[in-house]
């Protein structure tokens, strides 16, 4: 990343709308769109000039083409985290370009501010804007979104906004040559294809254990050489004396219990916190029957002093607590000491804050060689833990003071250890084999495998997104944009009349009552004062929450009677489940293509 504000812009500026002309020039024309992240937003401005300046349609008409065949993928769960610029910075370089599809700027800008602030352009809020199809990252991702961005959509109740969660997942390619070679022979080679089909990933648990475990004992041989030669690389280059060498090329024990955290060191991962209590870890580490060792690797933002900080508490405790054997720093992350790790590790350690972990795939990855996973239920690992497949971490979710949480889960991470953990490594058979410890590599290769690979993840896009996509696109298309140039009529209909339009009334068949059975029948009725408005244009729906207000439903009311501007709308509802429920009605725009451009357009009773 660039940390000069114009140069990052000017790089956001080619990557979007150049990254358009681009696909031009070369002949390619998309059906769907995606954006991955705000980085590519401008990609609508790119598109916006290429319908209304080449090919002549209205800002209406460009924008509804261009929600239907967008795809947006937001990634960050903090919204300081997200792209944005200053507005006068980006007027800077929008103003001409948009003056060529006769544009305003200010009509742009505001798709990109966020709670009424005109200073500062927000990309995602741009592109979510932009697009009928938005996606986070895991489950609690979505969740965290849908209220991050809740004032972009002020008129939708929480489940209703339109961000769905498509779980990440993670290549075969990342798992070693050695497990590969073994899934070959158990599994066939076709299980790269076959994503969830759960007889191929059952073959898992036919591996004999002696040659899970001598696949896993050989990619940890593999890891601890590797990590050798770098570190005694880094000492050479750092001149270091001919015993601190002899000492570095020492370090690491292959038939020790290792851990592994290994990504970008920043505050909210929690690199340190192991180190919470020092010489609680030191006794860890240097337990003569169990003894552990750990290796962090990663690198923090160079502008980010706290983490910094963090790398140097990881080696001033190592050489302080006299365990440098045993606390490896490694400088340098990148994919090669990545597969590395991610293939020789015992422990795969991960706690990030609460909810600010988007997904996370670096366990994932571990996971498919037979690693297991340490970490807070956060991000991917909500969906993936399962109690037999690795360790949660869940402590600190009783308190809300962060310190508390903190010194929770560091606690927990230790008695994990201490208690279960070392144990369940250091338990073997007379055949040298952790008989148990193998149990769950198995089980976290099948469930990872099965449940968290590329071919998965790619049918969810192509279920939940992109053809969703295609097909709202190919019917706005439809009868040679017919279709598009009827809603868009009706926009002017629905924008021309919709201030004066009111629900003045709501009611239900048992008005006194406090209390339903499931099954029992309800008339509802709604009253709208459409004054001079054509009712045509516009739809009343009544908005269901029932089980304990766990799930809700729409439903379409229906025209009951209408005299002079006045409508009376009913509904027979049927009620659901147990528990409180609640009912509201809403109006709005009866075109589905009108009421996709504006969601803002939602009016409710009360």
């Not at 209304?52 to 209406?60: A, G, P, R, V, Y």
């Not at 004032?151 to 906004?161: K, N, R, S, V, W």
């Not at 304990?548 to 009311?557: A, G, K, S, V, W």
Request: aromatic letters at 12%; hydrophobic letters at 40%.
């Amino acid at each position: 990343y660039i940390s000069d504000t114009n140069n990052r812009l000017q790089q956001e500026l080619i990557l979007g709308i150049g990254g358009i002309r681009a696909l031009e020039l070369m002949g390619i024309a998309p059906k769907i769109y995606h954006f991955n992240e705000g980085h590519s937003a401008l990609a609508v401005i790119g598109r916006l000039q290429m319908f209304m300046k080449d090919k002549k349609f209205s800002f209406s008409e460009a924008t509804a083409l261009i929600r239907a065949s967008t795809v947006f993928t937001t990634h960050t769960p903090v919204i300081a985290g997200n792209e944005h610029y200053d507005t006068e910075l980006l007027a800077s370089y929008l103003k001409p370009l948009l003056a060529e599809c006769h544009i305003p700027f200010e009509r742009i800008a505001e798709y990109g501010y966020v709670d009424g602030n005109k200073d500062v352009f927000w990309f995602p809020a741009f592109a979510i804007r932009f697009s009928s199809h938005v996606n986070a990252v895991s489950k609690q991702h979505a969740e965290v979104s849908r209220k991050m961005w809740a004032g972009l959509f002020p008129e939708m109740t929480p489940a209703e906004i339109p961000i769905k969660p498509v779980t990440n997942g993670v290549h075969t390619s990342w798992i070693s040559q050695t497990f590969t070679d073994m899934f070959n022979r158990y599994l066939g080679p076709e299980y790269i294809h076959f994503g969830k089909r759960e007889e191929v990933w059952d073959k898992i648990y036919r591996i004999p254990d002696e040659e899970l475990w001598d696949a896993h004992r050989r990619n940890k041989k593999d890891m601890v050489n590797f990590v050798r030669r770098r570190f005694a690389r880094k000492m050479v280059a750092g001149g270091y004396s001919q015993a601190r060498l002899l000492s570095g090329k020492k370090a690491l024990n292959s038939d020790y219990l290792t851990i592994v955290f290994a990504r970008r060191f920043a505050g909210y991962k929690r690199p340190t916190l192991i180190l919470k209590d020092k010489e609680r870890f030191r006794r860890i580490l240097t337990n003569e029957d169990k003894p552990v060792q750990i290796i962090f690797a990663g690198k923090a933002h160079p502008a980010d002093e706290a983490s910094k900080a963090m790398i140097k508490e990881v080696i001033d405790f190592a050489r302080e607590y006299n365990v440098e054997d045993r606390v490896i720093f490694l400088e340098n992350y990148d994919i090669n000491v990545a597969r590395h790790l991610h293939w020789g590790a015992d422990i795969w350690l991960n706690n990030p804050i609460e909810r600010m972990e988007a997904s996370g795939t670096s366990g994932m990855k571990a996971a498919m060689n037979g690693v297991l996973h340490l970490s807070t239920l956060e991000g991917w690992w909500i969906e993936g833990y399962n109690g037999r497949n690795g360790w949660a971490v869940t402590a600190g979710s009783l308190y809300n003071r962060p310190e508390m949480k903190e010194l929770a889960d560091a606690n927990e991470i230790y008695s994990l250890l201490e208690h279960e953990i070392a144990d369940l490594y250091y338990n073997r058979n007379e055949s040298d084999i952790p008989e148990a410890w193998v149990r769950m590599m198995k089980e976290s290769t099948h469930s990872i495998c099965r449940d968290f690979n590329m071919n998965r993840m790619i049918c969810d896009y192509l279920n939940v997104l992109y053809i969703p996509s295609k097909e709202q696109s190919d019917l706005i298309e439809s009868n040679n944009y017919r279709t598009l140039k009827k809603a868009v009529k009706e926009e002017k209909k629905v924008l021309d009349n919709w201030e004066a339009i009111t629900l003045k009334s709501f009611s239900i068949s048992a008005e006194k009552k406090d209390q339903f059975t499931e099954g029992e029948k309800l008339q509802v009725k709604c009253g709208v004062d459409f004054g001079t408005a054509p009712s045509e244009a516009f739809k009343v729906e009544l908005y269901y929450i029932f089980d304990e207000d766990r799930n809700f439903t729409i439903l379409p009311m229906a025209l009951a009677e209408r005299s002079n501007g006045f409508a009376y709308f009913t509904y027979p509802l049927e009620i659901k489940g147990y528990g409180s429920q609640s009912l509201n009605a809403r109006i709005k725009p009866a075109n589905e293509i009108v009421a996709d451009i504006h969601p803002e357009l939602v009016k409710w009773k009360d």
